[in-house]
């Protein structure tokens, strides 16, 4: 963050004010964690914080502390907008185009009230007063943690702080293995352990809390996986009989994407899922070293994301949208050997 920005900010911040902080729709454990790390630290500055969601988001980000706090958009429209019209200043946390709210952007772009960005994704929009934009960085749970620092200094962390930052950080990082993740990352997780975070707690709230139906999907997702070895690609299907068989809830498929990555030499892996209402396909892409996904998204599948990580749709249907994905495939032939 630039020298003047954190300066500006500071002195804003030195007041009490109203502030709101928006993670972006379908919020993953990076987007809840930095939203309510960032609101446990700003009520130390006896601000009065609330944290609104475009919409509702998995049971195994529940658990969090302030979780109860948080305000769904799509459920209490009423009272978002009440509170966003008297914010002082609205922050938006894990995206950078006011796009990845759909629903809330319409009222946000009209709302008179300045905007704070944090955030790590790719080719930022220029909506933000404050902006905290950088792609290196392994979370914007990371980036909380700077921002702190920039402000404060780290000893504002206690606990809920440091659980919802460790949470974003392990999430985002693909639990610390993602090549975003550096000694720097590292350094800060030991420090949030430090400050109390219980790590192994942690793990076992987010990836040990699976149902039945949960893994039978995933399943059915491997057992329809299909390799195109020509061009060390794997893609996944599930469609809305699938997801309805298995009683399908947010979250389930979180994940089931890196399963492909796992195959010996594969570099890109897709997967296609057939959104609830079935009128459009939601796609996750992941990749391993210089393939951008982030570029294929944004080229062809009306999205966007990072290098490795990225999403999109399609509104065509499933056997359409896997047409389109061969008709491109060759044109990125030489980038995935
Ligand atoms: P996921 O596949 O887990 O939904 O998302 C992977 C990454 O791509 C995340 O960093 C997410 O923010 C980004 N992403 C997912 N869906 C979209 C989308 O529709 N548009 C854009 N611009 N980014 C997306
Ligand atoms: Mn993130």
């Known amino acids: 963050m630039k020298e003047k920005q954190i300066k500006d900010i500071k002195k804003f911040l030195s007041s009490p004010k109203k502030i709101s902080i928006i993670p972006h729709k379908n919020p993953d454990g990076d987007a809840i964690g930095s939203s309510l790390g960032l609101m446990h630290y700003l009520k130390k500055g006896q601000h009065s914080v609330r944290v609104i969601s475009p919409n509702e988001y998995p049971n195994f980000l529940k658990w969090m502390p302030g979780n109860d706090e948080v305000i769904k958009f799509d459920y209490q429209e009423e009272l978002a907008k009440k509170i966003l019209r008297e914010s002082d200043l609205i922050f938006t946390l894990d995206f950078n185009s ?6 809330m952007k319409p009222f946000l772009e009209n709302l008179d009230v300045d905007f704070a960005m944090i955030d790590h994704h ?11 934009s950088d792609v290196s960085m392994s979370a914007t749970c990371e980036m909380i943690y700077h921002f702190i620092s920039f402000l404060d200094g780290t000893d504002k962390i ?5 659980t919802c930052l460790y949470a974003g950080i392990m999430t985002d990082t693909g639990s610390f293995r993602f090549s975003s993740t ?5 350094r800060i997780i030991a420090d949030l352990i430090e400050r109390g975070a219980k790590n192994t707690e942690i793990h076992n709230a987010i990836y040990d809390s699976n149902s039945i139906d949960k ?4 399943g059915v997702a491997l057992n329809n996986l299909v390799f195109l070895k020509e061009y060390n690609t794997v893609y996944i299907t599930l ?16 994940g089931f994407v890196n399963y492909g990555l796992s195959i010996e030499g594969v570099k890109l892996s897709i997967i296609f899922i057939e959104n609830n209402d079935g009128d459009y396909i939601k796609i996750s892409l992941r990749s391993k070293g210089s393939f951008s996904v982030n ?27 896997i047409k389109k994905l061969e008709a491109i495939l060759p044109s990125y032939k030489n980038d995935l050997q």
Request: aromatic share 8%; hydrophobic share 25%; charged share 30%.
């Open 295 to 321: 570029e294929m998204a944004r080229t062809h599948f009306n999205g966007g994301g990072h290098i490795n990580a990225a999403g999109g749709r399609s509104d065509a249907n499933m056997s359409d949208t």
């Open 182 to 186: 550096t000694s720097t990352t590292h």
């Open 122 to 132: 790719q080719q930022p929009d220029e909506y933000a007063k404050y902006m905290y």
């Open 215 to 218: 893994l039978h999907l995933l």
């Open 158 to 162: 206690d606990a809920d702080i440091a």
């Open 98 to 103: 006011l796009n990845r709210i759909e629903e």
């Open 239 to 254: 469609t809305k009989t699938e997801l309805d068989k298995y009683n399908f809830k947010k979250g389930d498929t979180e």
